[in-house]
């Protein structure tokens, strides 16, 4: 291969390279997020199992959501709520909010658009209601912990 060719398809594989690392997120630091590691109650959507929604369980957690985007200070980008895929496995959570973030909702094992914008503070905070939806028929507790985080993929 002759020297410039070479070095054109290194600056194309570079190029590639970058642009597939900006679109896996960076994890943010949310530790300021109370409750941090909270365990979720989780009661039966409908007392006697009759009925569709019979073996769903669900739960609310309220969350004061402190997320630490100082690296991305004057930049732009979209925040994303991730719930990885975890046991009991099938889980929904939905969500509402003060304004700051976007409200919505994510399965697990997926993630979902909080935020998209500038960042002009070196934290984002907001009070989140989170629900959590799962099959009764696989929970093997009534308390459970929910594993979730925030990304950011910078513009």
């Given at each position: 291969?002759r ?24 994890l ?19 007392p ?20 630490n ?19 009991p ?11 700051r ?7 697990s094992?997926?993630?979902t ?14 009070t989140?209601?989170?629900?959590i939806v ?12 929910l ?9």
């Amino acid at each position: 291969m002759r020297p410039l060719a070479l070095l054109a398809y290194c600056i194309i594989w570079l190029a590639c390279c970058a642009a597939q690392a900006r679109s896996t997120g960076i994890l943010i630091d949310d530790s300021a997020t109370l409750p941090h590691d909270a365990a979720l109650a989780m009661r039966w959507q409908q007392p006697t199992p009759r009925g569709p929604n019979g073996t769903r369980m669900t739960g609310t957690l309220a969350l004061r959501a402190k997320l630490n985007v100082g690296p991305w200070l004057r930049h732009s980008g979209k925040i994303y709520l991730v719930l990885p895929a975890q046991q009991p496995g099938g889980v929904t959570a939905s969500w509402t909010t003060q304004g700051r973030l976007l409200p919505g909702q994510v399965v697990s094992g997926g993630r979902t658009l909080v935020y998209a914008g500038p960042i002009t503070t070196p934290f984002l905070e907001d009070t989140v209601l989170l629900t959590i939806v799962v099959d009764g028929r696989r929970l093997q507790q009534l308390t459970y912990h929910l594993d979730f985080h925030f990304e950011m993929d910078e513009d």
